[in-house]
């Protein structure tokens, strides 16, 4: 269900064209990183007013309903395009004293002051949810005057806890928080070590957020949540993805992620300066409403420009809730969200929620069972639309961005096979590993190859190798004559798209109808002669005591074929083989496109070089002793030689076209999104 709420009073209004973007005397700073810490390029800050401006029209700050508040300010790049008479309406705090410096000088006429968003006044929030923490004092910046003081407990400043204390104030979230994840090598540094394990972290742990509590941003959002979803607020949100997309996730954005999408556009990482262009991931700025669904009452109020005087659900509850029978016991499932019954609470907008009697109602923290709770199903997935921007923050597209269920990932699609039998574990295509302190050294019966496929997005295309015994680490799986077309399959949807900025984070689903045979059987001509198909032969080796013959069950070509290739008697120390492999067997009886019998023929023509030139090769390098070497075996073997250069640059042209002929076929399964 897409959730869209557009209330009136925040609809665009038309204005005077912005006169008032602010001249800075003071430093400007464009650049995008600054010790380590990233800075949102100018332009994507100034696109992501531009969206704030459409929803809520170039004046909004003129009403002085407003407040915005940017708790990460940093050096205020995001501030950089407000019109200087918003500015009295803003509160900047962030975590360093000297960004707390270059701010005051930079926006005189705005509220600023230090504050660990992760830290401070976290027991005051969390209080009526049994927080656990102590409460600190405030700490008074330089020249503000003793009578200032707010009221035990807040850091902030007295202006603004009036404010927040204030239902007829609206806010106005606009934040890039760090992304880093908590115990991440870059947060060693003197500005970072205070953050890592937060007070916020702590209460995520105890609401069982699991691992995403890891992340700050994600630590940011919790709190964002807690501390303005009962106020009339409009999020403008700089972040990775995942918070929408991953699995992982699912409690967070069931039990505390609630509001309704506006807008928003994707860029990519690498435009932060400093980043890495190998390991880019789509960062959105996204524009969100709190309280995500408002009642019909509360949304007649709104229509008729009316505050906050009904609770935000609705209140009759949707069809698939139901209250507990009496007597019966209320037992909540991990997936259920807690709800208050009709007129359970109205206390919206109440700043202090000690001052609010029906509090203990508010899914707070979302665990508290009440007896008059009732239950509601998991919410429906929020499916939205992103637009596209470029490195110059113009638009190129829409992304439209959901979670998908754990169900539906390829990962889940292909048979695992339970593995049983022990068998030398392989770290790559040639070597054995076996000082892991947890290896994996076991395969299944009629075991062919391992599949290593850790994850279930694109960004572990690199993570994706056929090897010819199972994978030293975990991650990988057997390949057997029943999951073979599966594995050619996960294999081909892993490496055939490219990794892009925009795809990274997204899942691989299961294909949406039955496959055509065409299909797999190209999908299994690509992978067998990528460069991943790490698969080989190889004679005596020793594991555990025990020698084993390693078989190449991918051989591409009937060993007939093999024996005409140069003089095969001379192979003197092949192994004594007239079968052929499975693959070979099972590409015989394939319908293949145009584009995959290409690949075929000039493989052919590659192997043929290979065994006609069996006694001069240096193949004892890639240990070949065998007629069934690895693709990885021979290709590494002829470039080591300097032979057939042209064949191989040939068949990278005719794989390449393979891709192309594969590449839209997996979109039309459903399988690439
Ligand atoms: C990604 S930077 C964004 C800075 C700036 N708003 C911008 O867009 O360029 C995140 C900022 O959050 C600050 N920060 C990190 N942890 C914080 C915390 N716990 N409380 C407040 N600010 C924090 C960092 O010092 C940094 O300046």
Redesign the pocket.
């Known amino acids: 269900m897409r959730i869209i709420t557009i209330l009136p009073i925040l609809s665009r209004q038309k204005s005077p064209s912005r006169l008032g973007v602010l001249c800075y005397n003071g430093r400007m700073d464009t650049a995008t990183r600054r010790g380590g810490?990233?800075?949102?390029p100018l332009h994507f800050?100034e696109k992501a007013y531009e969206y704030l401006e459409s929803t809520l029209g170039k004046d909004w700050y003129q009403s002085g309903d407003y407040r915005l508040w940017?708790?990460?300010?940093?050096?205020?790049?995001?501030e950089h395009f407000l019109p200087k008479d918003a500015l009295k309406y803003c509160y900047l705090?962030?975590?360093?004293q000297k960004?707390v410096e270059h701010l005051r000088q930079k926006f005189p006429s705005a509220t600023v002051f230090q504050?660990?968003?992760?830290?401070d006044d976290v027991a005051e929030l969390f209080k009526k949810s049994g927080g656990h923490f102590r409460m600190s004092g405030w700490r008074k910046p330089p020249g503000e005057s003793e009578p200032n003081r707010p009221k035990p407990g807040g850091l902030r400043p007295p202006l603004m806890q009036n404010d927040l204390a204030n239902p007829q104030i609206k806010w106005i979230i606009l934040?890039?928080?760090?992304?880093a994840t908590a115990q991440e090598a870059g947060l060693k540094g003197a500005?970072?070590s205070g953050?890592s394990d937060?007070k916020i972290r702590k209460q995520m742990h105890a609401e069982h957020l699991g691992e995403v509590s890891r992340e700050?941003y994600v630590q940011f959002l919790y709190r964002i949540m807690h501390e303005f979803q009962h106020r009339e607020t409009l999020l403008g949100l700089?972040s990775p993805l995942k918070y929408l997309i991953s699995t992982n996730y699912q409690k967070f954005r069931d039990n505390v992620f609630h509001a309704a999408f506006q807008s928003g556009f994707v860029f990519s990482s690498d435009n932060f300066g400093g980043t890495s262009k190998t390991s880019h991931f789509p960062v959105a700025f996204i524009l969100w409403e709190m309280p995500a669904s408002p009642s019909p009452a509360r949304a007649q109020d709104l229509a008729q420009g009316k505050r906050y005087s009904a609770p935000p659900w609705d209140s009759e509850p949707p069809p698939d809730v139901q209250p507990p029978r009496q007597g019966q016991e209320n037992r909540v499932r991990d997936d259920d969200i807690l709800l208050p019954l009709q007129g359970g609470n109205n206390c919206n907008g109440i700043a202090n929620p000690e001052h609010c009697p029906g509090l203990g109602l508010m899914p707070l923290t979302g665990r508290i069972l009440y007896e008059d709770t009732v239950v509601q199903k998991k919410r429906e997935p929020i499916e939205i639309q992103l637009d596209i921007l470029d490195t110059a923050a113009q638009k190129i597209g829409i992304k439209t961005v959901k979670p998908e269920n754990r169900n539906d990932f390829l990962s889940r699609w292909i048979k695992r096979p339970r593995a049983t039998v022990i068998f030398p574990p392989f770290g790559s295509a040639l070597t054995i590993k076996s000082d892991n302190v947890d290896t994996r050294n076991r395969i299944a019966e009629d075991f062919l190859a391992s599949l290593m496929c850790p994850g279930n997005e694109l960004q572990n295309q690199q993570q994706t190798a056929f090897l010819s015994g199972p994978q030293a680490s975990a991650g990988a799986l057997s390949v057997t004559p029943d999951n073979f077309e599966q594995a050619v399959i996960v294999f081909a949807a892993r490496r055939v798209p490219k990794d892009t900025w925009l795809n990274h984070v997204d899942q691989l689903l299961r294909p949406n109808r039955e496959l055509s045979p065409q299909f797999i059987g190209d999908c299994a001509v690509w992978s067998l002669f990528d460069n991943k198909n790490q698969t080989v032969a190889l004679r005596n080796v020793e594991y555990q005591n025990r020698v084993y013959q390693i078989v190449n069950h991918f051989f591409p070509f009937p060993m007939e074929e093999v024996m005409k290739a140069g003089n095969a008697a001379q192979r003197s120390d092949r192994i004594n083989r007239h079968e052929n492999s499975f693959v070979a067997d099972w590409l015989t009886k394939q319908t293949l496109s145009v584009e995959a019998q290409a690949v075929l023929t000039i493989t052919r023509e590659i192997y043929r070089l290979f065994f006609t030139n069996w006694d001069v090769l240096p193949r004892a390098e890639f240990g070949i002793e065998t007629d069934d070497a690895g693709w990885y075996q021979i290709r590494q073997t002829l470039l080591h030689a300097k032979l057939g250069a042209d064949l191989l640059s040939d068949l990278k042209h005719r794989h390449d076209q393979l891709r192309e002929t594969i590449l839209p076929q997996l979109y039309n399964y459903g399988i690439v999104n």
């Not at 810490?37 to 949102?40: G, R």
């Open positions: 810490v990233f800075l949102t800050a940017d708790m990460a300010a940093g050096t205020g790049h995001l705090s962030t975590l360093e960004d504050y660990n968003y992760l830290d934040v890039n928080p760090p992304y500005s970072k953050v937060t700050l700089f």
